[in-house]
């Protein structure tokens, strides 16, 4: 069975950091892409990065590189998303995703984790 499930959400004051994780498993081809997406409240979903299990080659968004960092522990299949400085705009819903080469629109989605910043 495929499941992507993350977890590491939670409420931080601005400033400070979370780390985020997915969990994936159930994939049966040897490499493919894990990406985090985030949607705040009234606001488009958008990709805020993205890793291949394969080559580690990676992708992060411009507003949030330097302070959001992915990364990827294959033995344990799990992906995290290191999230340092957090500001009250990085408030929103969390979601690991899946896609066979490169992140696109996620072929899977898991279930999301909410992060919320305060002021």
């Known amino acids: 069975e495929v499941q992507l499930q993350a977890s590491g959400g939670g409420l931080v004051q601005a400033g400070g950091s979370l780390r985020l994780s997915c969990v994936h498993s159930?994939?049966?081809?040897?490499?493919?892409?894990i990406g985090w997406f985030r949607q705040a409240p009234g606001k488009e979903r958008e990709a805020v990065s993205c890793?291949?299990?394969?080559?580690?080659?990676?992708w992060t968004l411009d507003s949030v590189r330097g302070r959001f960092t992915i990364s990827s522990d294959n033995p344990k299949n799990t992906v995290y998303l290191q999230m340092n400085s957090l500001q009250v705009e990085d408030t929103a819903v969390y979601y690991c995703?899946?896609?066979?080469?490169?992140?696109?629109?996620?072929?899977?989605w898991g279930q999301g984790t909410l992060v919320t910043v305060s002021s």
């Open positions: 995703t899946y896609d066979r080469y490169w992140c696109h629109q996620g072929e899977i």
């Open positions: 159930g994939f049966t081809v040897d490499g493919y892409a």
């Open positions: 890793i291949s299990t394969d080559d580690g080659h990676t």
